[in-house]
């Protein structure tokens, strides 16, 4: 945290990959609002809102914050739909929600015991 706030004395700090550091040191010290209030900048700064990096990051801070995320979601689908963030998201979602439902119409009930897989994220 300390290093990013020495950078963040420089001139040219406003990088989008210094106020990500420095959102994610905030948001892994707790203070969400702060590393919110970084990510918002580096929006601002990055006109095009094409970082896949700071998307995910204002995903999970939006997460811990209690703010809808479904924007956020569709921008980062739009940029990088292979980002690996993006693709567990999908796999969660097929894994909490569409399986168990079409597991229940099909009538399979505790299908944890049926479904093992090994998911590989990057291929």
Same mark, same amino acid.
Request: hydrophobic letters at 40%; proline letters at 4%; aromatic letters at 8%.
């Given at each position: 945290?300390?290093?990013?706030?020495?950078?963040?004395?420089?001139?040219?700090?406003n990088?989008?990959?210094?106020?990500?550091?420095?959102? /994610?040191?905030?948001?892994?010290? $707790?203070?969400?609002p @702060?590393?919110? =209030?970084?990510? #918002?900048?580096?929006? *601002?700064? +990055?006109?095009?809102?094409?970082?896949?990096?700071?998307l995910?990051?204002?995903? /999970?801070?939006?997460?811990?914050? $209690?703010?809808?995320? @479904?924007?956020? =979601?569709?921008? #980062?689908?739009?940029? *990088?739909? +292979?980002?690996?963030?993006?693709?567990?998201?999908?796999?969660?979602?097929?894994?909490?929600?569409?399986?168990?439902?079409?597991?229940?119409?099909?009538?399979?009930?505790?299908? #944890?015991?049926?479904f *093992?897989?090994?998911?590989?994220?990057?291929?």
């Open positions: 945290y300390y290093i990013y706030e020495e950078i963040a004395q420089s001139p040219s700090s990088t989008v990959k210094v106020l990500n550091g420095q959102a /994610v040191c905030n948001i892994h010290l $707790g203070r969400y @702060e590393a919110e =209030n970084l990510l #918002l900048r580096v929006e *601002a700064l +990055n006109k095009s809102k094409s970082d896949p990096d700071t995910v990051n204002l995903i /999970v801070v939006s997460n811990l914050i $209690g703010k809808p995320t @479904e924007v956020v =979601n569709r921008q #980062l689908k739009e940029v *990088a739909p +292979n980002h690996v963030f993006y693709k567990t998201l999908i796999l969660k979602r097929v894994y909490l929600v569409v399986l168990p439902e079409i597991c229940s119409r099909i009538g399979i009930h505790g299908y #944890l015991n049926y *093992a897989f090994d998911v590989n994220l990057n291929g």
